[in-house]
């Protein structure tokens, strides 16, 4: 079983590596979504550890660091709106991303939201993300 706080942390390492790696994959409704392969922080066994097991879904155990799993980071300005209507729709992506089970696709992600997003409908972003972001590049 995935641990969502998994999903959805990322190191500052992690994140640079996202910037500079990342490609737009597709902009519109006030979204804007940028992907990039697994960082090398994700897919590489640790060296130190001989005979590392890389492990499937199946049996995984997040505890092990070399679990591969794809990631999003949410990124929502505060023009967006106050506290509150950023964490409701950083909430939705998240139970969107987890229960659509899109983590299953080896691809970090980087959700942008603007302004415009708040008239989006839970539909319409499940639908953008369900579309977006592929089970295989």
């Keep these: 079983m995935v641990r969502i ?5 990322f190191s500052r390492s992690e994140v640079a590596h996202l910037y500079s790696k990342a ?5 519109s409704l006030g979204l804007k979504l940028l992907q990039a392969p697994l960082s090398i ?13 890389i492990l499937t879904d199946q ?5 092990d660091p070399h679990v591969q799993h ?12 106050n506290a509150c209507a950023r964490n409701r729709f950083r909430r939705q992506v998240k139970a969107i991303f987890y229960e659509s ?5 080896p691809i970090e992600s980087v959700l942008i939201v603007y302004a415009q997003a708040k008239a989006l409908s839970f539909d319409q972003i499940k639908e ?10």
């Excluded at 922080?41 to 097991?53: E, G, K, V």
Aim: without cysteine.
């Design 23 to 27: 490609k737009l994959k597709k902009k």
């Design 101 to 105: 089970k899109l983590y299953l696709h």
């Design 5 to 9: 706080s998994a999903l959805f942390n």
């Design 59 to 63: 049996n995984a155990s997040f505890e």
């Design 70 to 81: 794809g990631k999003l980071l949410v990124v929502i300005p505060k023009k967006f709106g």
């Design 41 to 53: 922080l994700n897919s590489i066994p640790d060296q130190t550890i001989p005979n590392a097991p």
């Design 128 to 137: 953008f993300l369900n579309t977006n972001i592929p089970l295989k590049d």
